[in-house]
């Protein structure tokens, strides 16, 4: 277990509205360095808006968002990422049409020669060495994944967000994609998971939120999150 420090990613008290209509209300989460937070909710419960808040592509109506202890509200969205704020959003945001190698290429930030950021890509992921010359849309689902991941982790993130990363996906891959989490956060990311469905995630969480109706109805260990909350988020009970 990775020894876990100071806050990365700070939201406090925020509120955030598509026009009028308001779907999160007074949120406040907090992930720190070498955590894993399992942010959990059913579909519509703002999990998706949170990390759009999180990587200042949508702006809060209410509170403030805090990375590695400054102040960012209102920041733009290259700022964060120039701060090492890493969205793989729904959906892996690869390019289908290009190769596994090509994909690594286009990743390439921060001066990160791309030799490195292969070399880093197919030693944690074997398989994407051997589809290096593949075009990505071709890829298992699981491996598409990888190289998002891959993609991810080229930039150097301090806090790298994961999007409904299992859907589609059968668990067997799934449990294989969180151990590579686990093991990124150990390595002193801080990663923030995204999912609808709870069991598989909360195994190699430390933290989770539980969310529905865009209100926190859980915060705490991941071990803490039992049957009760989840079922009330879940079926709806407020
Ligand atoms: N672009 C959008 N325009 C209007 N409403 C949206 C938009 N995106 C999400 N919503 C609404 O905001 C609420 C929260 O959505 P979202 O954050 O995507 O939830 P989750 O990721 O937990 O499924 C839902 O009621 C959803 O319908
Ligand atoms: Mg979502």
Redesign the pocket.
């Known amino acids: 277990m990775s020894a876990i420090g100071e806050p990365i990613l700070e939201l406090k008290n925020i509120s955030a509205s598509?026009?009028a209509?308001s779907?999160?209300h007074d949120v406040n989460i907090t992930v720190r360095r070498g955590e894993v937070m399992a942010l959990l909710?059913?579909?519509?419960?703002?999990?998706?808006?949170?990390?759009?808040i999180a990587s200042a592509l949508m702006r809060p109506t209410q509170g403030s968002v805090h990375i590695a202890g400054h102040d960012l509200t209102g920041a733009a969205a290259s700022e964060l990422a120039r701060l090492g704020v890493c969205t793989i959003p729904e959906g892996r945001g690869i390019f289908p049409n290009l190769t596994v190698r090509e994909n690594l290429e286009m990743a390439a930030r921060k001066g990160l020669a791309v030799s490195v950021i292969q070399e880093r890509a197919f030693a944690r992921f074997p398989i994407l060495a051997e589809r290096r010359t593949q075009l990505a849309g071709t890829l298992s689902g699981g491996q598409q994944q990888m190289l998002s991941l891959a993609r991810g982790l080229a930039t150097d993130p301090v806090l790298l967000m994961l999007?409904?990363m299992s859907m589609g996906l059968a668990p067997i891959v799934v449990a294989d994609l969180y151990e590579q989490v686990q093991a990124i956060a150990a390595e002193g990311v801080s990663v923030l998971v995204?999912e609808?469905f709870a069991r598989t995630v909360l195994g190699i969480a430390d933290t989770a939120v539980v969310?529905s109706h865009?209100h926190v109805r859980f915060s705490g260990n991941a071990s803490d999150v039992d049957e009760a909350t989840l079922s009330s988020a879940y079926l709806g009970t407020k």
């Open positions: 598509y026009d209509i779907v999160l909710g059913p579909n519509g419960a703002g999990k998706s808006t949170v990390l759009k999007d409904e995204i609808q969310m865009g």
